[in-house]
């Protein structure tokens, strides 16, 4: 949630994500501003118009096509729509891949929290930014194969840090609200 305030200050520009979960979507995280390199369980995807359906529910139904059974609801389109989850073995989605990049090549700043560093191409991404002129800060309770890269590297629970660094931007951590929208259909 401490994201999602800085968002909507306009000072985070984007988050590239291997949580699978859709948890930063949410919480209210601009799906514009997001790079959601592993996929997402709540997502869906069309293959005829590529357009992106949002679930309330997981997508996948675990099969290797990772068709769903749905078909698109867009007016004219009818294609099939798949699940957006990267299993192991397979390849990242390019545009995905290349979303991210572009956010950590454009970052002054980038914060890796939580995560083991240890996953290709991912743990790479980070470095883009340093390679660029950018600072890369790490927040991870336990050592990683990245951290002679860090500026700075803080062996702490995320929260706290989160905390404290909102404390210290005199901002506040907005509650999470969840939102539901339904449409009604009457004949």
């Known amino acids: 949630m401490a994201l999602v305030e800085l968002q909507n200050r306009g000072i985070l520009k984007g988050v590239v994500s ?3 979960d859709g948890l930063h979507r949410k919480s209210g995280i601009r799906a514009d501003l997001m790079a959601e390199l592993h996929g997402n369980t709540n997502l869906e995807l069309c293959v005829k118009c590529d357009r992106e359906h949002m679930r309330d529910y997981k ?4 099969n290797k096509t990772h068709l769903t059974g749905r078909i698109c609801d867009t007016p004219g389109c009818g294609g099939q729509l798949k699940d957006t989850i990267i299993n192991f073995g397979e390849s990242l989605h390019k545009r995905v891949m290349d979303r ?11 914060i890796a929290m939580g995560s083991s560093m240890r996953v290709s191409p991912a743990n790479m991404m980070p470095i883009t930014s340093v390679w660029q002129g950018g600072k890369f800060v790490l927040i991870n309770l336990q050592k990683t194969p990245v951290d002679e890269a860090a500026h700075i590297i803080i062996h702490e629970k995320i929260e706290k840090v989160m905390e404290l660094l909102m404390q210290k931007l005199e901002l506040p951590i907005p ?3 969840r939102s539901y929208r339904l449409k009604v259909f009457l004949s």
């Open 18 to 20: 291997q949580n699978i």
């Open 59 to 62: 997508t996948s139904i675990g």
């Open 175 to 177: 509650e999470f609200r």
């Open 100 to 110: 991210g990049w572009e956010i950590m090549g454009a970052s002054d700043l980038v």
